[in-house]
T-cell receptor
Framework: QKEVEQDPGPLSVPEGAIVSLNCTYS??????FMWYRQYSRKGPELLMY????GNKEDGRFTAQVDKSSKYISLFIRDSQPSDSATYLC???????????FGEGTQLTVNP | DSGVTQTPKHLITATGQRVTLRCSPR?????VYWYQQSLDQGLQFLIQ???????AKGNILERFSAQQFPDLHSELNLSSLELGDSALYFC????????????FGQGTRLTVV
């Protein structure tokens, strides 16, 4: 079983929809949770990271972490065609620097 | 533009050969991380260097090695290449060692034929 599970999609939504992307994990030592966006043939770009449980908001993006359920989410409000990309979750323990990534969810926002 | 520069962008080479990938981190960043992204394995952490010293090791094969030079640029050396080494190789950099806010380069696409 993989340490981090992420539905690869693809996920297709109309412009303006609220998008929910999710990851589950098995390692209870994970404390830092990140979301990256990767456009085709480009490097991943950090969207946001959270420490431990709770919510974090940045513009149209909201990240949620539920450590009791080992479940993290990224919500995108008022989705735009420019949000079409692959979204990767990543996690790490408090000590050390090794990131463990999900396999990514491919999102398409249709005009 | 993340400020992390990787060269070359594309590389095609034959099995058994050796290649070197180069990464220049963002100005001021002391940590460099190397990742491999393939269709079947996803994005895998290979190795981290901080200010010239190896800091953390991930799923890096013995045929692969890396180093970080005094000017902080880094090189990833891949030897005895196999077809399965074909992948995107990314470099990322960050100021500190925690790897919570790293910036990725555009990657080097390696094709082994």
């Amino acid at each position: 079983q993989k340490e981090v599970e992420q539905d690869p999609g693809p996920l297709s939504v109309p412009e303006g929809a609220i998008v929910s992307l999710n990851c589950t994990y098995s390692n209870s030592a994970f404390q830092y949770f990140m979301w990256y966006r990767q456009y085709s043939r480009k490097g991943p770009e950090l969207l946001m990271y959270t420490y431990s449980s709770g919510n974090k908001e940045d513009g149209r993006f909201t990240a949620q972490v539920d450590k009791s359920s080992k479940y993290i989410s990224l919500f995108i409000r008022d989705s735009q065609p420019s949000d079409s990309a692959t979204y990767l979750c990543a996690m790490k323990e408090t000590s050390g620097s090794r990131l463990t990534f999900g396999e990514g969810t491919q999102l398409t926002v249709n005009p | 533009d993340s400020g992390v520069t990787q060269t070359p962008k594309h590389l095609i080479t034959a099995t058994g050969q050796r290649v070197t990938l180069r990464c220049s981190p963002r100005s001021g960043d002391l940590s460099v991380y190397w990742y491999q992204q393939s269709l079947d394995q996803g994005l895998q952490f290979l190795i981290q260097y901080y200010n010239g010293e190896e800091r953390a090791k991930g799923n890096i094969l013995e045929r692969f090695s890396a180093q970080q030079f005094p000017d902080l640029h880094s090189e990833l050396n891949l030897s005895s290449l196999e077809l399965g080494d074909s992948a995107l190789y990314f470099c990322a950099s960050s100021v500190g060692t925690a790897n919570t806010e790293a910036f990725f380069g555009q990657g080097t696409r390696l094709t082994v034929v």
